[in-house]
């Protein structure tokens, strides 16, 4: 019998068996797919979360995206840096506390907005400069789910100012900007990502694949034990 993760998985028999009944299903349903059996997790993690199965095929993965991004936070004290509150909010405490990760977004700060009115571009923009002069985006894992503009300014940072962050999870949903910041993002060679091709994404997306990568940690954990 498959013995649950201390952390990362459901408290209660019950929510464990519902959990894995249902990455059953999935595995079932799912015909035929590309990922890595370390990649895997993470695609039917967002599947279980949207009960969408175009994931399997709009998810893409740098090739050093898991490797890169596990031997970081199994290092501990990884700093994620969000576009928006939801998903730091989303995230578990007793797993981030776990890897000894620390959570950060600005977009509501009075200094983001006063410097967003005064340069005419967005908050989350300004959110993302925050943050790399505050010295978190380096060697942090970058989720954006909400806002193109914050993933397009990351990929400047790390084009133009060097930034080279573990991992950027790539995954704004919309119609203005989401599908060509993401093309943008997939276009970087030299620093790891994951990323949904097209509009689709979101905040709920990308809680459920960073919750796939401490969970992937937390078997190598345990393996290693």
Known sequence: MRTANIVTEQLTAAGRAIEHDSFAIIDQEVGHHAYSAEQWPLVRRMIHANADFEFNGLTAFHPQAMQASLARILQGGTPVVADVEMICVGLSAPR?????????????????????????????????????????????????????????????????????????????????????????????????????????????????????????????????A
């Open 96 to 224: 981030l506390a776990h890897f000894g990760i620390t959570t950060h977004q600005f977009i509501s700060d009075p200094d983001v907005i006063a410097a967003a009115q005064a340069e005419d571009t967005t908050r989350a923009v300004q959110a993302m400069r925050k943050a790399w002069r505050r010295g978190l985006l380096e060697g942090a894992i970058i989720g954006i789910g909400n806002a193109p503009t914050a993933l397009i300014e990351v990929v400047r940072l790390i084009r133009d100012e060097g930034l080279r962050p573990a991992l950027v999870v790539g995954m704004p949903v919309g119609f203005v900007s989401a599908a060509e910041s993401k093309d943008l993002l997939m276009a970087i060679e030299d620093v790891p990502w994951v990323a949904i091709r097209g509009r689709k994404g979101g905040s709920t997306l990308v809680v459920a694949a960073i919750h796939a990568l401490l969970g992937v940690a937390e078997e190598h954990q345990r393996h290693a």
